[in-house]
C-alpha cells in the first residue's frame, strides 16, 4: 500500500513556519495520493488533522506508519457520497476538536474513456465524488466557518478544470464544475472571512490512475513522469498560507492555460499529439 513516500527534498517556507500550529485541518481522500501527504505536511507543520476517506483500515494505516504524528492525526472514515458521512465527519471533528479551520476537498476519482463509450451511470457515480462531495462537504462546514468568522476551504481540481484531453471528457466535466463552483462560492462569501483556494496540479504520481475507471486497454502511466504528490501538498499549504485565490504548479500547465484563451487550436494540436503518443505506449504495454 502506498504510504506516502518521503520526496526528494522539504521545502519549509519561512512563511508558513508556526502558521498551522494547532489549527483544525479536515482533508477528504487521505489515505492516498495527494490527501495522504497534505494530511502529513499539515501535521509536520503541528496542525491537528483528520483523514477522510471511505475504508477506516487504510486511513489507520497511514496513522499507525506515523508514530511521530499520531497526536495530531484523527482518522474519521466518511463516503462524500453520503450526506450522512460528511455530516458526521464535520460533528466530529467540532465535537473533538472545537473547530474546522481548513477543509480540503481532495477526493477524487479519474475515468479514461472518450465521450461516445461513457456509460452514464458511471459518469454519474465520477460526479457524485468528484463534485457533489465537495459540494456536500462545503455545504455541511459553512455554517461553522461562519460562526467562526474565518476559515479556508480548498478545493484539489486539476488542470483538466480548465483545459481538455480527449478521453478524459466527463473527468474534465467535473473539474470544470468544481472549478465554477469554487469561483461562484467565493464570490458568495465575499467579505464573510472564509476563503476559497483552487489547486489545479498536474500528472501527479498516485494510485489515482489504478483506481479509475478506464475502458479498453489503458497503461497506468502516461510516457510522462509525474510529480511527486507531496510537491502537490507542499503548493496547498503555500496556497493557504498565502491566501491565494488559485494554485497552478507546472510551467506547462501556465502556458496551457495561456494558450487556451489566446490560441485554442494550437492547444488542441498539442495536447491531440501528446495524447497520441500516450496512446502509443499504452497499446504497447
Ligand atoms: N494524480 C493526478 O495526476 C491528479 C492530477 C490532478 C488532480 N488530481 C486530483 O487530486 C485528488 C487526489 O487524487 P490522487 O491522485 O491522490 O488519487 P488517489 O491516490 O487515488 O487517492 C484518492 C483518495 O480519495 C479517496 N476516495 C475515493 N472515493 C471517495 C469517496 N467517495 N469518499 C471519500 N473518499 C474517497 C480514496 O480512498 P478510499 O478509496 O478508501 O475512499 C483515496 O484516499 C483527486 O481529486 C484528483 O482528481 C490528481
Not at 142 to 153: C, E, K, S, T, V
Not at 208 to 235: E, I, L, T
Amino acid at each position: 500500500m502506498y504510504h506516502g513516500a518521503t520526496p526528494p527534498r522539504r521545502e519549509i517556507d519561512l512563511e508558513m513556519s508556526a502558521r498551522f500550529q494547532d489549527k483544525v485541518v479536515i482533508v477528504t481522500g487521505a489515505s492516498s495520493g495527494i490527501g495522504l501527504e497534505t494530511a502529513l505536511a499539515f501535521a509536520r507543520e503541528g496542525a491537528r488533522v483528520v483523514l477522510a476517506a471511505r475504508t477506516q483500515a487504510k486511513l489507520q494505516e497511514v496513522v499507525d506508519a506515523h508514530p511521530d504524528l499520531h497526536e495530531r492525526l484523527r482518522v474519521v472514515p466518511a463516503d462524500v457520497t453520503k450526506d450522512e458521512d460528511v455530516r458526521r465527519l464535520i460533528a466530529t471533528t467540532i465535537a473533538q476538536l472545537g473547530r474546522v479551520d481548513i477543509l480540503v476537498n481532495n477526493a477524487g476519482i479519474g475515468m479514461r474513456a472518450s465521450i461516445a463509450e461513457t456509460p452514464p451511470d458511471d459518469a454519474r457515480s465520477l460526479m457524485e465524488v468528484n463534485f457533489f462531495g465537495p459540494l456536500r462537504c462545503i455545504q455541511a462546514v459553512l455554517p461553522q466557518m461562519r460562526q467562526q468568522g474565518a476559515g479556508q476551504i480548498v478545493n484539489v481540481g486539476s488542470i483538466l478544470s480548465v483545459v481538455v484531453a480527449a478521453r478524459n471528457g466527463v473527468y474534465c466535466a467535473s473539474k470544470f464544475a468544481l472549478l465554477a463552483m469554487s469561483d461562484t462560492l467565493r464570490m458568495e462569501l465575499h467579505g464573510t472571512g472564509i476563503e476559497i483556494i483552487s489547486v489545479l496540479p498536474a500528472y501527479t504520481d498516485t494510485p489515482f490512475f489504478d483506481n479509475m475507471y478506464r475502458y479498453g486497454n489503458v497503461a497506468r502511466m502516461s510516457p510522462f513522469q509525474g510529480q511527486h504528490p507531496a510537491k502537490v501538498a507542499r503548493a496547498i499549504l503555500r496556497g493557504c498560507a498565502r491566501h491565494k485565490r488559485q494554485v497552478v504548479l507546472t510551467l506547462s500547465s501556465r502556458i496551457a492555460i495561456v494558450l487556451r484563451r489566446f490560441s485554442p487550436s494550437l492547444l488542441d494540436f498539442i495536447v491531440r499529439q501528446t495524447g497520441q503518443r500516450a496512446a502509443k505506449a499504452e497499446s504497447k504495454t
